[in-house]
């Protein structure tokens, strides 16, 4: 008896102590450090009216619909798109012909939607995102559908441009990632431009 609570005692003080560091001390200090360092972005990076209403996430996607606002990529996470609560992708290969018809069915929407556009779908918007809640598309992807969102808003080609030029990020230090689009600021910047021409979905 002596032996097994030998034997016991230390696997007791150790499970303790690694719940007391991993389960309480490692958590809170790590979202201390967040909340002090980062705490727009630990706190959802949420966009706000001047009011205080929240309007979306700075860094997780959401979907948009009516032909007067960009389309992000295609989220294929479960249950509704962009849900934040299940980050995933498809797992598709590009064999996988359930990806070709994913492919299919968004390359026909964008071109319903604006059916004289002859120029080539960048790819970035007939193909999912691999986390399912990317925020941002590629600059061309943004000057796709520009001549679309600028009949929808009554606004001149160049105008929608130049706000795409405008919310384009360049490459994080220079270097690193592409130049990319958030979404969510471009169409917010649409509708402080021209409320009338669409409404949030």
């Known amino acids: 008896m002596n032996m097994i609570l030998h034997q016991l ?90 990806l070709a018809a994913l492919i299919a069915e968004r390359a026909a929407a964008l071109r319903a939607a604006d059916p004289t556009n002859t120029a080539p779908i960048p790819v970035d918007l007939i193909t999912p995102t691999g986390s399912g809640l990317d925020p941002h598309i590629s600059p061309a992807a943004a000057r796709y559908q520009a001549e679309r969102v600028a009949e929808s808003r009554g606004l001149s080609l160049e105008q929608v441009e130049a706000l795409i030029a405008e919310y384009t990020a360049g490459r994080q230090l220079g270097i690193l990632g592409e130049p990319r689009v958030n979404v969510l600021q471009l169409n917010l910047a649409l509708d402080a431009r021209a409320p009338s021409g669409a409404t949030r979905p």
């Open 9 to 98: 005692r230390p696997a007791a003080v150790a499970l303790l102590l690694f719940t007391l560091i991993t389960g309480i001390v490692y958590p809170l200090a790590v979202t201390g450090i967040a909340q002090v360092v980062w705490p727009y972005q630990a706190n959802g990076s949420i966009i706000r009216a001047a009011g205080g209403t929240p309007l979306g996430a700075e860094l997780i996607g959401q979907p948009f619909a009516d032909p007067g606002y960009f389309w992000g990529r295609i989220s294929t996470t479960p249950n509704y798109p962009y849900n934040a609560a299940a980050s995933s992708g498809s797992n598709y290969g590009s064999l996988n012909p359930d």
